[in-house]
T-cell receptor, first 116, second 110 residues
């Protein structure tokens, strides 16, 4: 298994540009997550999904959108990039066996985004 | 030690010594805790987890202790090796979401 893969690894955007960060997992996990990590800080949850067709906001959703059309893919969309969105973005997935449970999250390698 | 929301503390240990990394959590309703290791330029990697009905759990060279009375979590690494140098995060489960602390930078000295 490749686990959780993310593309691209690095990206530089100009203010106002848009882009999609890709995330794919091959572990048949039902839950998927997007986090951002600012320098010297912990991870903050942007959005998560409990299954195909279902998404929900996390702690810091403003400026982002997500979709989950398949179990494997969970893309994160930035519509109007701002300097405050400069960060490292991590995608994660987990298999939650019952509603309310939380199982181990497995992380991708991250996408380093700079907005100038 | 570390508390959720504070900036990154650091810990330096001699190779071969034991390391103890601390974490204070705030939500008494949290029922699941995980320790992650993050090496430079990489995503967080699962180390060990513990549920709130336990107070200790051991893995390979690592032990997690949970004290719910004072809302404190610790990670003990035995015989610390150069490859253990990384940032270590604790995370607590609240409302089916994980809340991460800011992490502790562990440096292993030769």
């Amino acid at each position: 298994n490749a686990g959780v893969t993310q593309t691209p690894k690095f990206r530089i955007l100009k203010i106002g540009q848009s882009m999609t960060l890709q995330c794919t997992q091959d572990m048949n996990h039902n839950y998927m997550y997007w986090y951002r990590q600012d320098p010297g800080m912990g991870l903050k949850l942007i959005y998560y999904s409990v299954g195909a067709g279902i998404t929900d906001k996390g702690e810091v959703p403003n400026g982002y959108n997500v979709s989950r059309s398949t179990t494997e893919d969970f893309p994160l969309r930035l519509e109007l990039a701002a300097p405050s969105q400069t960060s490292v973005y991590f995608c994660a997935s987990s298999y939650n066996s019952w509603a309310g449970s939380t199982d181990t999250q497995y992380f991708g390698p991250g996408t380093r985004l700079t907005v100038l | 030690g570390e508390s959720v929301g504070l900036h990154l503390p650091t810990l330096s240990v001699q190779e071969g010594d034991n390391s103890i990394i601390n974490c204070a959590y705030s939500n008494s309703a949290s029922d699941y805790f995980i320790w992650y290791k993050q090496e430079s330029g990489k995503g967080p990697q699962f180390i060990i987890d513990i549920r709130s009905n336990m107070d200790k759990r051991q893995g390979q060279r690592v032990t997690v202790l949970l004290n719910k009375t004072v809302k404190h979590l610790s990670l003990q690494i035995a015989a610390t090796q150069p490859g253990d140098s990384a940032v270590y995060f604790c995370a607590e489960n609240t409302r089916r979401q994980l809340t991460f602390g800011s992490g502790t930078q562990l440096t292993v000295l030769p």
